[in-house]
């Protein structure tokens, strides 16, 4: 997911992302916990998607 994308989404595809990287944030938790995350920076990088996305989204509301 980049900046550029996000410009391009459609609210309901917005959505969609968002629910589906919330899902992966949740995976991403379990999998530190039990020492399984291979990669820690997928953690930081998803949460700046759903906040990129959450924007995204409130700009569309105004």
């Known amino acids: 997911?980049?900046?550029?994308?996000?410009k391009k989404l459609t609210p309901s595809q917005a959505i969609k992302d968002l629910e589906k990287l919330k899902k992966d944030l949740f995976n991403f938790r379990f999998q530190k916990i039990?020492?399984?995350?291979?990669?820690p920076s997928k953690v930081k990088e998803t949460k700046?998607?759903?906040?990129?996305?959450?924007t995204f989204l409130g700009g569309q509301n105004a």
């Open 1 to 6: 997911m980049s900046k550029k994308k996000d």
């Open 34 to 39: 039990n020492g399984q995350l291979k990669s």
């Open 48 to 54: 700046k998607n759903i906040a990129r996305l959450k």
